[in-house]
């Protein structure tokens, strides 16, 4: 059969890549492969497909014999279907200031999941479990939200990574204040490709109950799981869900995304070529006079202050968001198709605005 015609047109410049967000990556072509792998003929929508079926033994595979995934739309839906999944209507979930549930999800916790958000102010992004201690109190107090769960990010958003130790102690510190563990995966790839240890090692192994497994930055077109870990620590995954809008008729081609990254080593590809770009890009950096690298880059984003006019003038050539405007502070993020050659311009063009 000859391929079929299009009207659409090439809209966009593929070769241009700017620093502002792993977002802006399109799909890795083995993933796109995997989509038009699985089109074609009928499935049995809402997740009794062919897909979905096999995406459970990967996951398996990854993160122990108990472990199941949900398949979801995106990241945000994760978490809420996640966090709803381990909260009574009195529940709250203690987590980072910095979290991305608090900062960058619309209140979508909030609004739609009905979740309290107790924060923490954190140097790096990172819990400790003294920290979690701040907000880890009152469960008897019916003036206030029971902290239920701890949810952090690994990677952080801040671009610090957890180590397998660091995670086991705040699991450890939860559980023993009868708290559960949510970790949002949105980056948990970059998190394995910095550590170099499967995933496991730092999520079932450490004592998490679930996760928000990301794929969209990690190359996917669309799509994440929530991944439960501790049947135990859950209830009506199912339906929640649907009732928060992320349940995908046509689930088997989420499904076949995920098993294109996960089952065999397509995401650790993508996240060690992505976390490297970043050591570049901060190697290069840190070489300008008068850039500040501001956290550890463990993962794929650099944060750095810069003088305002500078990063005005930058932002003019490439593409990258201020973090907060009023300190001066940007980050630059790094994605699976970020070149060698992207970091040394991009480096090079930094230099030339420092030095005007
Ligand atoms: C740490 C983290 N969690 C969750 C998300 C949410 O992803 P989405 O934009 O797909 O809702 C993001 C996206 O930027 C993120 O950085």
Sequence with gaps: MNPPRTDARRRHDPDARGFASDNYAGVHPEVLAALALANGGHQVAYGEDAYTENLQQVIRSHFGPTAEAFPVFNGTGANVVALQAVTDRWGAVICAESAHINVDE???????????????ATPDGKLTPELIDRQAYGWEDEHRAMPQVVSIAQATELGTVYTPDEMRALCEHAHAHGMKVHVDGSRLANAAATLDVPMRTFTNAAGV??????????????????????????????????????????????????????????????????????????????????????HPVQANAVFARLPHAVTERLQKRFRFYFWDETAGDVRWMC??????DDVDTFVAALKEEMAR
């Design 106 to 120: 619309g209140g979508a916790p909030e609004r739609v999941g009905g979740i309290k958000l107790l924060t923490v």
């Design 209 to 294: 109950d679930l996760l928000s497994l990301g794929a969209t930055k990690n190359g996917a077109l669309f799509g994440e799981a929530v991944v439960v870990l501790n049947q135990d620590a859950v209830s009506h995954m199912r339906h929640l869900r649907k009732l928060s809008m992320q349940l995908a008729s046509k689930m088997r081609f989420v499904s076949v995304q995920l098993e294109a990254l996960l089952a065999r080593d397509l995401w650790l590809r993508n996240a060690r070529h992505a976390n490297e770009m970043a050591q570049r890009l901060a190697e290069g950096v840190r070489a300008v006079h008068g850039v500040e690298i501001l």
């Design 335 to 340: 994605a699976f198709d970020t070149t060698e």
